[in-house]
C-alpha cells in the first residue's frame, strides 16, 4: 500500500514556473513507477509524465515536452515535476500515482495503482 500526498499547486501567470511535489508512504517508493496526470474541468484525466522506479526513465506528453521535468529523490520517497513557461491551457488538478508495474512504465490512468489527492494549477493569462 503506498499513501501518496501532492503539494505545490497554486495560481502563477502565463510564462510562470510552479515545482509539484508528491510525497509517499512506506519503505518501498523506489520499487514503485510514477506518474503525473492532470484533469480539467469537463476533461477526462490525461498523461503529463512519468519516470521508472529508479529514475533512469522519463516520459512526457507531447504538450509538455519541452517545458516540465519529471524526477525523483527516492531517499526522500518523493517524484517532482518542475513546471517552465506555463500556459492557460495547463490549469488543471494534478495528480501523482504510483505503480508497481516497473516492466513498462504506464502511460495511462489505468495503469496505476494508487493516487493522490490531487493539486490545482491555475495558470492565469
Known amino acids: 500500500q503506498v499513501q501518496l500526498v501532492e503539494s505545490g499547486g497554486g495560481l502563477v501567470q502565463a510564462g510562470g514556473s510552479l515545482r509539484l511535489s508528491c510525497a509517499a508512504s512506506?519503505?518501498?517508493?523506489?520499487?514503485?513507477?510514477m506518474g503525473w496526470f492532470r484533469q480539467a474541468p469537463g476533461k477526462e484525466r490525461e498523461f503529463v509524465a512519468a519516470?521508472?522506479?529508479?529514475?533512469?526513465?522519463?516520459y512526457y506528453a507531447d504538450s509538455v515536452k519541452g517545458r516540465f521535468t519529471i524526477s525523483r529523490d527516492n531517499a526522500k520517497n518523493t517524484v517532482y515535476l518542475q513546471m517552465n513557461s506555463l500556459k492557460p491551457e495547463d490549469t488543471a488538478v494534478y495528480y501523482c500515482?504510483?505503480?508497481?508495474?516497473?516492466?513498462?512504465?504506464?502511460?495511462?490512468?489505468?495503469?496505476?495503482?494508487?493516487w493522490g489527492q490531487g493539486t490545482q494549477v491555475t495558470v492565469s493569462s
Open positions: 500515482a504510483a505503480t508497481p508495474r516497473v516492466v513498462v512504465v504506464p502511460i495511462t490512468p489505468k495503469g496505476y495503482d494508487y
Open positions: 519516470i521508472s522506479s529508479s529514475g533512469s526513465s522519463t
Open positions: 512506506g519503505r518501498t517508493f523506489s520499487r514503485y513507477a
